[in-house]
């Protein structure tokens, strides 16, 4: 599994950061999402990506197997 953002649907709410601080993080110009890590290193990451996906409010993060 890999998580994908699509920037150009994000609005820079922030939630993926607040759940995922060690996968996610915020640009500096405009607060899209950055993803620092793609794939999950252990199931607890793996339920933070989950996560991170279903609270985000533009629906702007994925899950790809």
Known sequence: MR???????CVGAGQCV???PATFDQNDDDGT??????R???EQTSQLL????????S????IVD
Not at 3 to 9: F, K, W
Not at 33 to 38: G, N, P, S, T
Not at 50 to 57: G, N, Q, T
Not at 59 to 62: D, G, I, T, W
């Open 3 to 9: 998580i994908v953002a699509d920037t150009s649907r």
């Open 50 to 57: 989950r996560e991170a996906v279903h609270v985000c409010p």
């Open 59 to 62: 629906r702007a993060l994925s």
């Open 40 to 42: 999950p290193e252990d």
């Open 33 to 38: 999402v950055l993803i620092l890590r793609e």
């Open 18 to 20: 607040l759940t995922d």
